[in-house]
């Protein structure tokens, strides 16, 4: 069961992704995605045990290609700069802490007051017409959106990365 379906998912080049604000989503098709965000080829993204800081977009996109993960990237409209990414990003430390998630800054980026999962900020996004297209990178052909997850969820997720750890 999805909750948020996909219906139609675009291809893109890499060279697209080096201008604008791109909210990246990985692993799709798991409990739960993981997202980050880029602006101007720059990506940001936050984990349970560091911090993606300042990585070139080429960079991910081949790690993407190269592993085969499933993801989406979502062309988002002009709402910050890269300075002021780098600062949100640099206040949360280097990794997640209790009671946060990757989604937590770039809530915090898009403007968002409280903690939504993606298919939330996704369905925001759609109806206030800020979601126009999806690009989609290694997607089986039989995909059809994000699988259904909670908050709840996402937190266990995250102790358990962290147990596994230690």
Not at 66 to 83: M, V, W, Y
Request: aromatic share 12%.
């Amino acid at each position: 069961m999805s909750s948020y379906p996909i219906n139609k998912i675009n291809t893109i080049e890499i060279e697209k992704l080096r201008k604008g604000i791109f909210l990246w989503a990985f692993h799709v098709d798991k409990i739960p995605p993981h997202v980050g965000v880029s602006i101007d080829g720059v990506y940001f993204s936050m984990k349970f045990s560091d911090c993606d800081f300042k990585l070139d977009v080429d960079t991910v996109y081949q790690v993407v290609q190269r592993k085969k993960i499933p993801a989406f990237i979502i062309p988002l409209e002009n709402i910050g700069t890269l300075d002021g990414l780098q600062t949100i990003f640099s206040e949360y430390g280097s990794k997640i802490k209790d009671g946060e998630s990757c989604m937590t800054p770039v809530l915090r980026f898009l403007g968002e007051d409280e903690e939504l999962l993606l298919e939330e900020l996704l369905t925001h996004l759609f109806q206030t017409e800020k979601l126009e297209v999806v690009f989609g990178l290694n997607l089986a052909s039989d995909f059809k959106g994000i699988p259904f997850y909670t908050f709840n969820q996402v937190q266990l997720h995250i102790q358990n990365l962290k147990d596994a750890k230690r």
